[in-house]
């Protein structure tokens, strides 16, 4: 899978939790741009992982503030 | 007040503090309401395991954890005393070193039987025992499986032993086997569960996901902090209780709640378990618990086994609460009563505090909790209910409950 599929899904998955209808780019940040609380995380993570089949463990979401990293960290995990 | 920080104080730049900012404004905008402080509460006088003096008033405590009402059971005093003056007040030393007295061996040996395990193993707090736990056995490449409303202490151990580190949703069987699935072959898995989670008083479906955990090869630990005692046909907790106790390889406990004093503890039939206390940091690095400690609690440990009449009696009290204050329109945190714990779910922080002021006012004692310690942001008022508790004092903390509640306007 490239990583604009990645992308392609990742944004279908967004909609939902993105309440304010925050324009989604790479740069956009979690916590600050789309005011992701941890439970909106958790149940966001679960929903990638659920779609990709992986694990996105708690040290590596430490590791991904914004859409751009989130991207391109799933890229990687499903291709592993 | 003079010792609070005002808003228009400006910190000098690379003050550490600054991240505190958004606390310290919440909880001065909430003692500006007028409330008492519900995090600096004074017990003058402890009168009984259910009763106190605070801020001069006599005071029932129903948010202690002191579920078996053991704090001052006389032959649990005796023993204390016994110890404190044959052993001194204190052991100044580490398990490993000179910390390791007569005492801590029978807290040991009162706890293997009665777990009915192989071995067992004392920290100086329950915080410890999982912090220790978990960092030492759970390392760098092993994955940790955990509820994601487990206690801070879990997370911590988690934290400091570097392991990948994968939560599911709460009490979620399907979500808990899907990270299972997922994790690479080879690589060393722990599931963490707990047996009561502490802040609705909810029990997990151990017997589905214990079995679940050992069908992918995991090793399984439990939390059981707010099950001994009470749960399970000898009190040895919820995994006791859904009959998988066999299956669990490691039961974390402390004696700050059933057993009434202070101090932590690890069972486990491992064979290899004893290695633990030559490479478990905050076994090894901190002082062992005094002399007198590990007296009561081995006392109180062995009073425990023998316990089916106080056990029958706090579940009485549970669902005596727990059923009126259904009845009062509360809303409660579980729709049956599944532990000792009845928590009462406030509407938000502020009527939360002014409940729990009401309480105080009218001699109820309760544990006010709330967000980042309770899930989904909630605000509660947590009722734990002690053996000792009369059927009586029950129906008062009950008319209590409606007075404040009325008063604050939540029912």
């Known amino acids: 899978m490239t990583e604009a599929d990645v992308d392609q899904r990742i944004r279908a998955l967004i909609e939902p939790f993105n309440k304010k209808g925050v324009e989604i780019k790479n740069e956009t940040s979690f916590a600050n741009d789309l005011e992701f609380d941890s439970l909106t995380v958790m149940d966001f993570v679960a929903e990638i992982e659920d779609e990709f089949d992986i694990i996105i463990s708690m040290n590596q979401q430490a590791e991904i503030e914004n859409y751009g990293q989130l991207i391109s960290a799933v890229h990687k995990l499903q291709d592993s | ?411």
């Open chain 2, 1 to 411: 007040m003079t010792d609070t920080i005002t808003a228009t104080h400006t910190p000098p730049a690379g003050d550490l503090f600054s991240k505190f900012d958004d606390l310290i404004q919440t909880r001065e905008t909430l003692l500006a309401s007028g409330v008492e402080d519900p995090f600096n509460l004074v017990m003058e006088k402890v009168l009984s395991p259910t009763r106190a003096v605070c801020n001069g008033r006599e005071t029932i405590l129903l948010g202690t954890y002191n579920y078996m009402g053991m704090t001052f059971d006389p032959d649990v005093l005796e023993a204390g005393r016994e110890a404190l003056t044959e052993f001194g007040s204190g052991t100044t030393g580490s398990r490993v070193l000179n910390g390791t007295y007569q005492g801590h061996r029978e807290c040991e040996d009162a706890l293997k039987e009665f777990y009915g395990m192989d071995h067992a193993m004392v920290f100086s707090t329950g915080y410890q025992a999982n912090l220790g736990i978990i960092a030492t056995i759970a390392g760098k490449g092993d994955y940790v499986v955990l509820d994601i409303d487990s206690h801070a202490s879990i997370y911590d151990g988690c934290a400091m032993g570097n392991a990948e580190i994968v939560p599911f949703r709460h009490n979620d069987i399907e979500a808990m086997e899907k990270r299972l699935r997922r994790i690479p072959e080879g690589a060393g898995k722990l599931v963490i569960l707990e047996g009561v989670y502490s802040m609705l008083g909810d029990v997990a479906p151990l017997k589905e996901m214990v079995a679940i955990a050992k069908q992918y090869g995991a090793m399984v630990l439990v939390d059981e902090a707010h099950s001994m005692g009470f749960i399970g046909e000898n009190g040895r907790g919820v995994c006791e209780e859904q009959g998988v106790i066999d299956d669990v390889d490691f039961i974390i406990g402390t004696f700050s709640k059933s057993v009434g004093t202070v101090g932590g503890f690890c069972v486990s039939n491992h064979p290899k378990f004893d290695i633990m206390r030559l490479v478990c940091r905050p076994y090894v690095f901190t002082a062992s618990l005094p002399p007198s400690v590990v007296a009561t609690a081995a006392t109180s440990i062995r009073k425990l086994m023998h316990g089916a009449n106080k056990r029958a009696h706090l579940w009485e009290n549970s669902r005596t609460l727990h059923k009126g204050l259904t009845d009062l329109g509360f809303e409660l945190g579980t729709k049956e009563p599944q532990s000792a714990i009845v928590a009462v779910i406030m509407p938000d922080l502020e009527r939360g505090a002014m409940m729990w002021e009401a309480l105080l006012k009218e001699g109820l004692y309760v544990n006010l909790a709330r967000p980042p310690a309770t899930p989904a942001g909630m605000t509660l008022l947590r009722c734990s209910l002690c053996a000792e508790h009369s059927a009586e004092e029950v129906q008062t903390v009950l008319s209590m409950f409606e007075r404040a509640g009325k008063a604050v306007g939540i029912i």
